[in-house]
């Protein structure tokens, strides 16, 4: 017989058993519904993952994004379609995107703001497409991207903060595109970048501030291009890079002190023409653990030089290297300092390494060069078209007559021939007419050719040239008609030569001139007379000039009045000019466009308090090191900054200096400012020292002022920065620091 409680329980599992079996299929139904819903949300031909919450449209002959997309999806995947065109807000009903993959969909353009809302993504994947142009906006709104890949492209032009926007991004990727030049702060705005890839492009120049503050940067890949000479000003610009990748590419030598990299480990220059390597080249790169200069030319190498890094690792295979009795002293600092890898040196010994005479040494050439098949005399037909005694590639349309010894420029190239190096020869006069059927040319190389004259229509004929390097020269002065016929040149070089005054009117032809390098030369004036400043009106010619170098020459002051018709200057470089004094307003001609500014090693002394009037949130980079500055203007209008450097100035460390130690906790960037006074603060940064807080507007120490009283409180208040502290009564246990970091607005990184 059950008992009372018994009878209860089997009374409630009854009810519950009746009661499962009806809300079993609700609860099923419900389920069905749902999945029914969700799968409607799918696109068609599309493969959607509810749990993964992915949406894969691979191979479907897309021409637009589809709008049906599930908001919430994190992943997306577009490859194989046929985009053409990313249209501006071409994502904004997909927040929430993290991975974007859009290999192979026949991009070719990506509009401005295409990205936006983006701002949770941090893969996208463009490789395989037709970009030639990456705009200044095109990836505005992806503040939290990591990795960008525009692999097997045709990028031939990166406009100025195309990546201002991607302060996070750690790896990018631009190899396999048709990159030729790399012009000044191209990467501005990467403040954690890790990895920059710009392997088998066409590079031939890097702008010496190409890779400016990139600060972060540990490792750079630059193989597989058409860098001739180690960029040595421009990889000083990399503090943090530990590896260099510069393989294939066809350098020639090396000399002293050409690589200065403060952490540099790893060098690889393997695959490239180096007939000469320095014994001083790595002298300035102390931390150079590992070397590869294999498969080179290299007949005879040096010990290195006392005070070179402590190599572990030379690589010299594939080089013709004479075991002679030259080698003997690079055998022994080898067999002391470091393995000489696949190169297998070490077996051989001292006695072995004996030197013939000089004529049983050029016997033994003659007969080695004997053996060689002889090459046939005349080309064979599929052979591109060349001059005697130069290199011309057809694949790459590359012509190269370097370093033959030409008096006079050679004719004879391929009609489709696009970069024409003739550097390093012995010109002297460029006459008219001295490039007939070259149409095709896009970059032309005259450095280093001794040339003291260019002829009224030297140039005539080369329609499509972008790039002109005269630099290395001997130039005094330049004809207007000297550059006639040359619609579209974009980018002059006239740095190095010996240039007086400024060629005024020499421009007027020039009408898509875009960067202008005359730094390196002995301009005082820019056009006759008794001035030593820059002549006003002297760039009418060139309203569309965006880029101006005039660093290194005699200027003594700002030229203001030069400016005040360059409409469009982004970029102004003034360094290394005898400017002691910068008045106010000096900058006012172009604040409204400006955003680089180079002031940097001017023996600079004093600044107005307005000279910086008029450059606001514009201004993403100020460069005033090496300078003689004791105190700065008010920085709190530059907004925009991404890279500021007044290192090597000797700031006097006392209360007047008080807002630039403000300004600098406020803003999210690394300041290089130390103090040069007074002697006991020395070298310290102007961010960690503790002088500040005696001074008006700060918390008095305690044993100076224990209690402060109301009036004090209000002197303090009204003397603070309204930026930095809310106007009113602060509270007595409240700290200056902690009241500045409750009240400031941390700025964006960009």
Known sequence: MKTVRESH??????????????????IMLLALKFHTVQSGKCPKFCICDNIQLTVACVNKNLTEVPPTIDEITVKLDLRGNDMQELLTGAFTHTPYLTHLSLQNSNIRR??????????????????NNKIEILYQESFDGLSSLKQLIVDRNRVEEIQPGAFSQLGFLNLLSLTHNQLVYIPNMAFQGLQNIKWLRL?????????????????????????????????????????EVTRLELSYNPMTYLGEESVSMSKLTHLLL???????????????????????????????????????????RLNLAGNPIYCSCYMRPLREWAMRACSLGWYNLEAVQPADLRCQSQEAMLKAELEELSRLPTLPTTPPPDKVKCPANCQCEAENHHSSCENKGFTKIPH??????????????????????????TAEVVSLHLQRCKIHEVENGAFSGMKSLVYLYLSENDLTSLSPEAFKGL???????????????????????????????????????????????????????????DTLHLGSNKLKEVPSEAL????????????????RWIGPEVFQPVAATLKHLYLNHMGLEKVSKDSLAGLGSGLRSLFLEGNQLEELPDLGPLTGLEVINLAENPLVCDCP???LRKWIEQVNLKVRATCGHPPELRGQRVKDIHVFKSCPGEKPPPSQHPKPTKATKTESALIRPPKVIKIGKPSKTAKPNTVQKSTMKKRKLV
């Open 657 to 659: 200096l008080l807002p």
């Open 270 to 312: 393997d695959h490239n023409s180096l007939q000469d390597f320095s014994n001083a080249a790595i002298l300035l790169s102390p931390r150079l653990a590992h070397l590869d200069l294999s498969h080179n030319q290299l007949r005879v190498l040096q010990p290195m030089a006392p005070g070179s890094p402590k190599l572990t």
């Open 412 to 437: 004879g190239f391929s009609p489709d021939t696009r970069l024409l190096d003739l550097r390093g020869n012995h010109f002297h006069y460029i006459p008219a007419n001295s490039f007939p059927g």
């Open 487 to 545: 619609p579209h040149l974009t980018y002059l070089h006239l740095e190095k030569n010996r240039f007086t005054q400024f060629p005024k009117g020499a421009f007027k032809l020039l009408p898509g001139l875009l960067a202008l390098h005359m730094e390196n030369n002995a301009i005082t004036k820019l056009e006759a007379g008794i001035l030593t400043a820059v002549a006003s009106r002297a760039f009418d010619p060139a309203p569309d000039l």
């Open 564 to 579: 005040s018709k360059a409409s469009s200057l982004a970029e102004l470089n003034l360094s290394r000019n005898p400017i």
């Open 199 to 239: 392997s088998h492009n066409s590079l031939n120049y890097l702008a010496t501030e190409a890779f400016a503050g990139l600060f972060t940067l540990t490792r750079l890949s630059l193989d597989n291009n058409e860098l001739q000479f180690f960029p040595t000003e421009t990889m000083t610009r990399l503090p």
């Open 9 to 26: 329980i089997y009374s409630y599992r009854r009810k519950i058993k009746m009661f499962s079996l009806p809300m079993l299929s609700v």
């Open 110 to 127: 990506v509009r401005e703001g295409a990205f936006r809302r983006l701002g949770r993504l941090v893969l996208l994947n463009l490789a």
